[in-house]
């Protein structure tokens, strides 16, 4: 873990340092559909929510994001019928706050990396850290607008134990 934050503190440092490449990199704002599947084995639970996604260029293919949302992990199947008949909740929420880098290459390509926390709206609930690697594609569909899909990996840890999912987020993201 000590590797993985130490390089995105270099990789924001070489961003600073080459910061008087920014032409042609736009501020975005970006609002999106997030969904997930859980990585455990025999999970029924879905994930369904939506982010809002900033990003501030650093150099020509690099920029520094921030993101906020809200997850809903809701039970399926057998799972919540059984929740629902010993009369508990079938779904929680989550609200994920992190940063990171996001590196185009390829032209629409980009590859990206989040660090932050996965904060728990439930009583009593935890928070947990979240480390979310992304691979993803931005498509133009305007002069500073553009359609973005991100697939990536989401893990929380904390509390002597680890949660992952595959999620997919869908967004539209206009220039600043």
């Given at each position: 873990?000590?590797?993985?934050?130490?390089s995105l503190l270099m990789v924001a440092g070489l961003?600073?340092?080459?910061?008087?490449?920014?032409?042609?990199?736009?501020?975005?704002?970006?609002?999106?559909?997030?969904?997930?599947?859980?990585?455990?084995?025999?999970?029924?639970?879905?994930?369904?929510?939506?982010?809002?996604?900033?990003?501030?260029?650093?150099?020509?293919?690099?920029?520094?994001?921030?993101?906020?949302?809200?997850?809903?992990?809701?039970?399926?199947?057998?799972?919540?019928?059984?929740?629902?008949?010993?009369?508990?909740?079938?779904?929680?929420?989550?609200?994920?706050?992190?940063?990171?880098?996001?590196?185009?290459?390829?032209?629409?390509?980009?590859?990206?990396?989040?660090?932050?926390?996965?904060?728990?709206?439930?009583?009593?609930?935890?928070?947990?850290?979240?480390?979310?690697?992304?691979?993803?594609?931005?498509?133009?569909?305007a002069d500073k607008s553009s359609l973005d899909f991100g697939l990536r990996y989401e893990n929380w840890?904390?509390?002597?134990?680890?949660?992952?999912?595959?999620?997919?987020?869908?967004?539209?993201?206009?220039?600043?």
């Open positions: 873990m000590k590797k993985v934050l130490l961003g600073f340092a080459a910061s008087a490449q920014t032409e042609g990199a736009v501020q975005k704002l970006s609002i999106g559909a997030e969904f997930g599947l859980p990585t455990e084995k025999n999970s029924n639970t879905l994930i369904v929510g939506g982010s809002l996604q900033y990003e501030h260029p650093v150099a020509k293919s690099l920029s520094l994001t921030g993101s906020a949302g809200y997850l809903s992990l809701m039970a399926t199947g057998d799972a919540k019928d059984l929740l629902k008949a010993l009369g508990q909740k079938t779904s929680y929420g989550v609200v994920p706050l992190k940063a990171g880098a996001k590196y185009y290459f390829g032209g629409n390509f980009y590859g990206a990396g989040e660090l932050g926390a996965a904060i728990s709206t439930e009583t009593g609930g935890s928070t947990l850290f979240a480390v979310a690697p992304t691979l993803g594609a931005s498509f133009s569909v840890s904390g509390n002597g134990g680890s949660t992952g999912f595959i999620g997919l987020r869908a967004a539209f993201a206009f220039g600043l």
